[in-house]
Structure formats: C-alpha cells, structure tokens
C-alpha cells in the first residue's frame, strides 16, 4: 500500500496565519501539524507516499520533510495547481500508486485513534473513518445500517440523516482512479470524495469505521487551538504516567536497610 498526503487548499480560515506558509505546516503545540497525518501512515507501515500540495508553499514541505529518510519513508511531490477537490487530488496520483492500493489523508486532520491496523488489514473496496459530531451539516454524513454497514452519504445536508461525519482519511483499492475519472464536478465545481464513495457504496463494497477518540479537523483558529490544547494534554499525561512508574520502580528496587 501506498500513502497520500493531501496538502493542497488555500487555508483562507486561517489567515493572516497561512498568508506565509501552508497550514499543514503551522505548528501544533510541539511539531507541525502535517506531522500527525503523517503518523498514521507510518503507522501503518507505509513507507511510499506522495504529498499533493499547492504551488505557492511546496517549497516549504519539500524543505522541512525532505527526501523523508529522517523518517525512514520515501517522500514524492506533486503540484496541484488550483484546488477542485480532494478526489481530483487522489486522482493526480495515479501514476505513483501504479495499481497499488492508496490510503490517502488529509494534511490538516489529527486521529487520536490508532488506525493503523485497520489500514494494514484493508484487502479491496474501500474503507472510511466516521466521528460523531455536533454539527453534522458541516461534513460528509454517513448513514449506518444497525449491523454497522454503510447505508447512506450525503454531503453537508441540510436536515443530516446522523450525527456521524466522514473523517479525512480514505483507503481504496486501485479502481478508484477509474472511478475518478467519470466524476462530474459538484455545484461548487469540484471533485468530492464522497461521490467516489457513493459509488463504491453502490458496490456493495464501502466499509466504515467509528472513531472512539478525539478526532480534529483543524482547518479552524478555534479548532487549531483545540488541537494544541489536546495534544498538549496527552502528551503531559503521559509523560506524568512514565514519569510516576520509574519512580514507582525505584522505589521498588531500594535495598530493605537491614534493621540495626
């Protein structure tokens, strides 16, 4: 399997903070934020991936992340000169993925989650991550049948059929550029990746998962600051927990002064 990172939009809802730089390259408590989808990936033991990103900042990603040998992965870049999508990104990336399966994520989303044994599992079709939300009119929602299948996506209705949104992380099989390639633009002239996923839905071949934890699409100020926030937290959480058993353990391995 093959990786794709997309880092293409124009980030106009977090400016003046993207007038210099990428969002996906704006600093999430202690590392960039490109670095958390980024995560997922290798956690899935991908090891090839492809960035798609925009003209104007792709010097930026080339100069921090590199070849990718600090990350012991290989990184490939790919210029999408005007944004029309994310299935139209996907869908520049056909060459590179050369019949492989893809699972492609989103630049600026954080999984508190690990998924990747679900990436590592995946065999054909295609496969979702779901979160439930408050404000489900803002996402793709998904439907689900009370077996856990996909019933239903529809994108940013108007009266939501659920409270479970589509989550910026997406895996496929090698037909979905196949698919692509007959996708007709949306009202706002882009090609949406929840009609390539309607159609793998017809199929009968549409998998889904439910996030348990925190999931972030920090495309927001006020979502940018929840991230850090909660990133912040977990990791003195955790360093709080580490640090309470090596003292745990050292107390445990004194000596027991012999009684004089």
């Not at 079709?125 to 408050?134: C, N, R, T, Y």
Request: proline share 4%.
């Amino acid at each position: 399997m093959k990786g794709v990172l997309i880092c293409g939009g124009l980030g106009t809802r977090l400016r003046p903070l993207t007038n210099v730089t990428n969002k996906s390259l704006l600093p999430v408590y202690d590392r960039p934020l490109v670095e958390y989808p980024l995560s997922i990936l290798l956690s899935a033991g991908i090891r090839d991936i492809i960035l798609i990103t925009g003209p104007d900042h792709s010097g930026d990603f080339m100069q921090y992340l590199g070849s990718g040998e600090q990350w012991n992965c290989k990184f490939t870049y790919r210029i999408q000169d005007k944004p029309a999508g994310i299935a139209q990104a996907l869908g520049m990336t056909e060459e590179f993925i050369d019949g492989d399966n893809v699972c492609a994520i989103l630049g600026d989303n954080i999984y508190f989650d690990d998924i990747g044994e679900e990436i590592r599992n995946f065999k054909g079709g295609a496969h979702i991550f779901l979160k439930e939300v408050s404000d489900p009119e803002r996402f793709g929602v998904v439907e689900m049948s009370s077996d856990g299948k996909v019933v239903s996506i529809e994108e940013k209705p108007a009266k939501p059929k659920s409270n479970l949104a589509q989550t910026g992380c997406y895996i496929y099989d090698a037909r979905c550029f196949d698919i692509i390639r007959n996708l007709r633009p949306s009202e706002r002239g882009q090609l949406e990746v929840t009609d390539l996923n309607k159609q793998y839905l017809a199929l009968g071949e549409l998998a889904a998962t439910i996030l348990g934890d925190e999931w972030i699409d920090a495309g927001t100020i006020e979502s940018f600051y929840e991230a850090s926030t909660l990133v912040r937290n977990r990791k003195l959480a955790i360093a709080e927990k580490i640090t309470s058993a090596r003292a745990s353990e050292a107390i445990t391995k004194q000596p027991i002064a012999s009684a004089q």
